[in-house]
């Protein structure tokens, strides 16, 4: 797709005089007769021109295209820019309260030592892993309401390679006296990062996965609506696609590591995929682009799912398994991620609504506000306040859940206890009875949702049980024995004692 057609549909007026102004629209023309080295140079000089005018709006359309923002020369530049417009921050004030030392720290030191592995240089090395440490920790101190994930670090260090590039590249820090923080702007380079986490990483940053598994639910949504002969070849209404969660926490950050692998085209692939989503304001677009890659290898994973059907005790081990093992293979390919990110271009502005509204996400979720594709710009106390409801809604689903855990863990241990004093073998009254005992427990347990209420029934039965079963009662003939705790829970009458 020509990178022109990006400005000659559904633009407004005012959009089109701001892309024509300069001769740009020269530019763009040239740029689908060109090959790949002359459209860089001659993207990179529209984007140099619109740099120098701020058009952030032409930036947008811009940073969508083929070749994104070209190299990390003008990225930088580039992202900050459009960061800048989508949040309004004033380091002067204090939005939260900071704390000295957050709790999550430790992590981050040991995954930082994993970090920039292709790093041949050590003091380079040494220099980026401190740099990743200390923006991390900036980030978690000035928001302690944030917690770290595993994966944060991946898109950290994207922003520092973008930042740093220039001079890793050109000096490799050879001189022990050059000091890589001396060399970048780091106050650009932290306010990258700490707006990116706060409009688009919000939902990854709870202390549970429950907002991030909502997310992945829209790559089930969105198949459904691309292609529902893989939909149910996969039976995602089964299976939510748990495979993908490594790469939309990362932004594909985690399995595109150009550093690591030492290709220098997948760089520009990861780096157009933040272009591309920045320049969006938009978490979808990640989703998107999974679920093109997914659909692009349909046939290959189908393939293995019916190779491989023999050798899986349950469909969601097969289908997983079938999905990592074609995407592991087609990880380096980089035809491949060309072509998906060429259909995520046309699609990704024209993806139905319909596809996050059967997906139930919570309301203060980045998809649905500050990275929604929707352009705008945001003050921190809307951002504030979307952080806080966000933290209070997830401790109540945590709340939710471990009532549910807890409920079920002592109506197991009731099961367990009356086992203990039944028979080995009983009739059929005494089944039904059992029954009628775990389905008022169950009943009860959806109607009040009271804990207690399973500590008071267990305390009567087991009670009564111990009686039993020390004046030797043969249970096969007590047509009673449940009855008359159930009345006491039901309260449909008052227990003969």
Not at 22 to 27: D, E, K, L, P, V
Not at 175 to 185: A, G, R, V
Request: glycine share 4%; proline share 2%; charged share 25%.
């Amino acid at each position: 797709m020509p990178l022109r057609s990006l400005f000659h549909t559904n633009h407004s007026s005012h959009d089109k005089d701001a892309l024509t102004r300069g001769g740009y629209n020269a530019y763009l023309e040239s740029l689908s007769r060109c090959d790949s080295g002359k459209a860089e140079e001659q993207k990179g000089k529209v984007i140099s021109k619109l740099l120098e005018k701020k058009d952030v709006r032409a930036l947008r359309y811009i940073g969508l295209g083929p070749l994104g923002f070209v190299n990390n020369s003008l990225r930088k530049d580039c992202w900050y820019e459009l960061l800048a417009s989508q949040l309004l921050i004033d380091d002067a004030t204090e939005y939260i309260t900071p704390v000295e030392k957050h709790k999550d720290e430790g992590q981050v030191i040991l995954d930082a030592e994993r970090s920039f592995g292709g790093i041949v240089d050590k003091n380079l090395k040494l220099q980026l892993r401190k740099l990743l440490v200390e923006l991390i920790t900036r980030v978690l101190r000035k928001y302690p309401t944030l917690n770290y994930y595993q994966g944060y670090h991946d898109i950290v260090s994207v922003f520092i390679m973008c930042f740093s590039w220039n001079v890793t590249k050109e000096n490799g820090l050879e001189l022990e006296n050059l000091s890589l923080q001396e060399e970048i702007d780091m106050e650009r380079l932290f306010y990258c990062i700490e707006a990116f986490t706060l409009l688009y990483l919000r939902d990854f940053m709870m202390n549970s996965l429950d907002f991030s598994f909502e997310q992945l639910r829209v790559i089930s949504s969105l198949i459904k609506e691309s292609n529902m002969k893989f939909y149910n070849l996969f039976k995602f209404d089964e299976n939510e696609p748990l495979f993908a969660i490594g790469s939309i926490l990362t932004i594909f950050a985690h399995n595109l590591k150009p550093i690591d692998s030492g290709d220098n085209n997948l760089h520009k692939i990861l780096f157009q995929i933040f272009d591309m989503t920045i320049s969006m304001q938009s978490m979808r677009l990640p989703l998107i682009i999974y679920k093109n890659l997914l659909l692009q290898n349909a046939s290959e994973i189908s393939k293995q799912i019916e190779a491989n059907s023999d050798f899986f005790e349950n469909d969601f081990d097969l289908r997983h398994g079938a999905i990592q093992t074609v995407l592991q293979k087609k990880l380096y390919d980089e035809a491949l991620w060309e072509e998906v990110l060429q259909i995520t271009r046309k699609d990704a502005t024209t993806a139905s609504k319909k596809a996050l509204k059967r997906v139930s996400l919570n309301k203060y979720s980045a998809l649905l506000n500050t990275a929604c594709g929707k352009p705008g710009c945001f003050d921190m106390s809307t951002i504030i306040f979307y952080l806080s409801e966000q933290t209070k809604m997830n401790e109540h689903y945590k709340e939710e859940k471990y009532h549910g855990v807890a409920a079920r863990s002592k109506t197991r241990a009731l099961v367990q206890r009356l086992g203990h004093f039944l028979p080995s073998k009983y009739n059929r009254w005494s089944k039904i009875s059992l029954l009628i005992g775990i389905v008022a427990i169950l009943y009860q347990l959806r109607t009040t949702r009271s804990l207690s209420l399973v500590l008071n029934l267990r305390y009567m039965i087991s009670t009564k049980l111990k009686d039993l079963s020390h004046i030797n009662i043969n249970l096969h003939h007590v047509s009673h024995i449940w009855v008359d705790p159930i009345r006491d829970i039901l309260k449909l009458g008052h227990p003969t004692r």
